[in-house]
């Protein structure tokens, strides 16, 4: 007799609803789940990768991975948690029951987060970060096997915006990345994928420090937001193979989960890592033993739109 050992179909779709609301480059919502008979499957989706800004699938390896981190905290929480491994060639992560066991109050809490992250592109005001808040930011990178680096020197801060401004430029100057981003920008707020107008934010301000990435926001006159008290970090993993994107995204999540639960905003800006001869000076910049895998900023700001995702349904292959 075949006997299944997987989690029930309504524990994996609702687990499934969780894991859609993680980030995803340019909201391309990477992923696939499928529920076998010992587990569940995630992989990568490669009808959805972005040929012009992650050629190799990096950024869809990364959101993947925080996909899996949201599912990984729906089962805990659901009592019934998970192992999982990344498979080698880093395109499937594979989840199979751990038991039966009550979550942890820290689940519970990150769990509670899921659906209130976002990423925010408003200006941020110009509060600092408590450094209290920061190392429990750091710790939970840590606990997920990942490092954030959180910049605390002015000198190092312009440095990396210097180096960010310049890979925005250099992407810029590629009508074929133009072409790309603006196909999943600037979307209707009611798309179920990419951009709403909406979460794209006012278009990039040459006084900001941070330049954000052009989703095609209306122009509007920043009246903040150039200062360096919002807080600069950097985020990595030990390592930087195919697996180790995957498990990146993994620190990601569990890193903008706690934030959320602080009562902080974030912002993310991947251009410095998507040309690879300035993310390797970022990597030297930050002295480094591995690659960088993103740039986050971490302050006070009103909550802005969500964006939307497609439904269940539309991911998980039968
Ligand atoms: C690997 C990766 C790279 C990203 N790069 C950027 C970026 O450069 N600029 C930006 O504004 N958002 C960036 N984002 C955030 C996504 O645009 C965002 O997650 C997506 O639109 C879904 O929105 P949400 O995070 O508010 O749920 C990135 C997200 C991931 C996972």
């Known amino acids: 007799m075949i006997t299944t050992t997987t989690w029930s179909v309504a524990t994996f779709e609702a687990a499934v609803g969780d894991a859609v609301l993680a980030p995803s480059i340019h909201n391309t919502q990477p992923w696939r789940f499928r529920r076998t008979a010992d587990g569940i499957d995630v992989s990568v989706d490669e009808d959805r990768l972005l040929p012009m800004c992650d050629p190799d699938g990096r950024a869809a390896r990364v959101s993947c991975g925080a996909a899996v981190y949201n599912l990984r905290l729906a089962l805990a929480v659901a009592g019934a948690p998970a192992r999982w491994r990344v498979r080698p060639g880093g395109s499937v992560a594979r989840l199979v029951p751990a038991g039966s066991k009550p979550a942890t109050p820290t689940e519970r809490g990150l769990h509670r987060q899921i659906r209130r992250r976002h990423t925010n592109r408003s200006p941020f005001s110009e509060a600092g970060v408590e450094p209290a808040l920061m190392v429990q930011l750091v710790e939970a990178a840590a606990g997920e096997g990942g490092w954030l680096h959180v910049v605390d020197d002015e000198t190092t801060v312009w440095e990396i915006a210097a180096l960010t401004r310049r890979a925005d430029a250099q992407l810029n100057a590629d009508p074929a990345y133009v072409a790309e981003l603006r196909a999943w920008a600037s979307r209707t707020d009611d798309s179920v994928e990419g951009i709403g107008r909406s979460a794209s934010g006012a278009a990039p301000h040459e006084a900001e420090l941070m330049v954000r990435r052009d989703f095609g926001g209306p122009s509007r006159r ?97």
């Open 222 to 318: 920043l009246a903040r937001d150039t200062t360096v008290s919002p807080v600069l970090a950097v985020l990595g993993y030990q390592g930087e193979h195919r697996t180790h994107e995957f498990q990146a995204g993994m620190v990601l999540q569990r890193v903008l989960l706690r934030a959320a639960d602080l009562g902080l905003a974030t912002a993310i800006y991947s251009q410095p890592i998507e040309v690879p001869s300035i993310r390797e000076q970022l990597r030297l910049v930050l002295a480094r033993a591995y690659a960088p895998q993103l740039v986050l900023r971490f302050g006070y700001a009103p909550t802005t739109c969500y964006t939307n995702r497609r439904s269940v349904r539309d991911v998980i292959d039968r």
